[in-house]
């Protein structure tokens, strides 16, 4: 049986554009590529010059993180990635980008949840294979959860 991907609504790409600009505290479900995408390209896409942005993922999927990295104004990029290959691709593309700073996890330790952070906003991932993920546009006590959390992954990581 093969599985549809999920496409974003027209009600949905609506509904979550109001939360973005609205800066909103509401937490809601993301459960798609599709879904993924629409956010990174509204957090990190927005994401102005002194947002942190944080990353973690198993690789740096271009249909997720692309519009959002190519527009962001942030100056201040850290990606930490699974994937040895996707992390030295990644560190070749950004090498003339000294606002983009990747590192490769231990693998020797557990994997966590993907994660991304800009600003006060966040996607937290609750089931990877279906890229279901929960988020929110200004939940200042989760990202300083997240953000505590990916300075231990950091600090863990290795340059590509």
């Not at 990295?69 to 950004?94: Q, Y």
């Not at 546009?137 to 953000?147: E, G, P, Q, R």
Request: hydrophobic content about 40%.
């Amino acid at each position: 049986m093969t599985s549809v991907p999920v496409k974003v609504t027209p009600e949905y790409e609506e509904a979550i554009i109001k939360l973005s600009d609205n800066h909103q505290n509401q937490r809601f479900l993301n459960d798609s590529i599709a879904h993924a995408e629409l956010l990174a390209t509204l957090m990190i896409g927005r994401a102005k010059i002194n947002d942190d942005i944080i990353i973690y993922s198993g690789g740096l999927p271009p249909s997720c993180f692309s519009l959002g990295l190519n527009g962001t104004k942030s100056t201040n990029v850290r990606i930490v990635l699974d994937d040895k290959d996707a992390a030295t691709k990644e560190e070749e593309k950004f090498k003339d980008n000294p606002g983009v700073q990747i590192k490769l996890k231990d693998p020797s330790k557990a994997n966590e949840a993907h994660f991304f952070v800009a600003g006060e906003s966040f996607r937290l991932e609750i089931d990877h294979g279906k890229a279901k993920a929960v988020a929110n546009f200004n939940d200042h006590d989760a990202v300083s959860i997240l953000k505590d959390r990916f300075e231990l992954l950091w600090d863990a990581s290795v340059n590509v």
